[in-house]
T-cell receptor
Framework: KAGVTQTPRYLIKTRGQQVTLSCSPI?????VSWYQQTPGQGLQFLFE???????NKGNFPGRFSGRQFSNSRSEMNVSTLELGDSALYLC????????????????FGPGTRLTVL | GIQVEQSPPDLILQEGANSTLRCNFS?????LQWFHQNPWGQLINLFY???GTKQNGRLSATTVATERYSLLYISSSQTTDSGVYFC???????????FGRGTSLIVHP
C-alpha cells in the first residue's frame, strides 16, 4: 500500500509570493492533518480536514489555508509569504477521526521543505 | 493553553542500553501521543496513550494522567532508534495537539 505522498519535496519562494502544497493520503484514509516544523517554534499543528470539511485549526494567521477534495487529497496554501514561513510542512493521514486529531494512528508524509528568501 | 515539557533534551547511548524519556504536561489530557522523527525527517506515530501502558516491541509507554506525565521506555537500544522523540498532548477543551520540544537521541554502535 502506498504511503502518504507530498509534493513538491522542496520549494524556494520569495517574500510576498504565495505557495500551494499538496498531500495525497493513504488510500482509504479520510482525515488529513497539516503541521509546520521550524527550529524556533518546533512542531505546530496547522489544521485537519475530514471528508472535505476543516474540523480543527491551529493558531495560525489567515494567510494559511487549506482544502480537501472528494478523493481525500489535500492542499494547503500560504499567501503573502514571510521569511518566518520557511519550514518543513508535514501532512499526515489517518483512517478516521473522532474529532480529536490523533485518536487514530497517523501516517506522515516525507514533508515539503519551503524556503522563503 | 496546555504546556508540554520533555526531558532530557539530549541523550547519548551505546547500543544495547535502556533509556527513559519523560513528558510532563500542565493540564489534564484527553489525548497523549509519542512520535519518533528519524535523522532524515520522517515522522512516525508511536503511541496514542492518554492513560495506562502500551508496548510495541522494544518500546513501551506509560501515561499517569493524574500526575500529568508520560514516559517512553526504549529497551536494548539500536542505532536505528536515533532521532528526535516528541510527545504531544491535547487538553479537554481543545482538539489541537501541543508538542513538546523533543528529546534528541543518539545511539552509538
Amino acid at each position: 500500500k502506498a504511503g502518504v505522498t507530498q509534493t513538491p519535496r522542496y520549494l524556494i519562494k520569495t517574500r510576498g509570493q504565495q505557495v500551494t502544497l499538496s498531500c495525497s493520503p493513504i488510500s482509504g484514509h479520510r482525515s488529513v492533518s497539516w503541521y509546520q516544523q521550524t527550529p524556533g517554534q518546533g512542531l505546530q499543528f496547522l489544521f485537519e480536514y475530514f471528508s472535505e470539511t476543516q474540523r480543527n485549526k491551529g493558531n495560525f494567521p489567515g494567510r494559511f489555508s487549506g482544502r480537501q477534495f472528494s478523493n481525500s487529497r489535500s492542499e494547503m496554501n500560504v499567501s503573502t509569504l514571510e521569511l518566518g514561513d520557511s519550514a518543513l510542512y508535514l501532512c499526515a493521514s489517518s483512517r478516521t477521526s473522532g474529532g480529536e486529531v490523533g485518536t487514530d494512528t497517523q501516517y506522515f508524509g516525507p514533508g515539503t521543505r519551503l524556503t522563503v528568501l | 493553553g496546555i504546556q508540554v515539557e520533555q526531558s532530557p533534551p539530549d541523550l547519548i547511548l551505546q547500543e544495547g542500553a535502556n533509556s527513559t524519556l519523560r513528558c510532563n504536561f500542565s493540564d489534564s489530557v484527553n489525548n497523549l501521543q509519542w512520535f519518533h522523527q528519524n535523522p532524515w525527517g520522517q515522522l512516525i506515530n508511536l503511541f496514542y496513550i492518554p492513560s495506562g501502558t502500551k508496548q510495541n516491541g522494544r518500546l513501551s509507554a506509560t501515561t499517569v494522567a493524574t500526575e500529568r506525565y508520560s514516559l517512553l521506555y526504549i529497551s536494548s537500544s539500536q542505532t536505528t532508534d536515533s532521532g528526535v522523540y516528541f510527545c504531544a498532548a491535547q487538553s479537554g477543551g481543545s482538539y489541537i495537539p501541543t508538542f513538546g520540544r523533543g528529546t534528541s537521541l543518539i545511539v552509538h554502535p
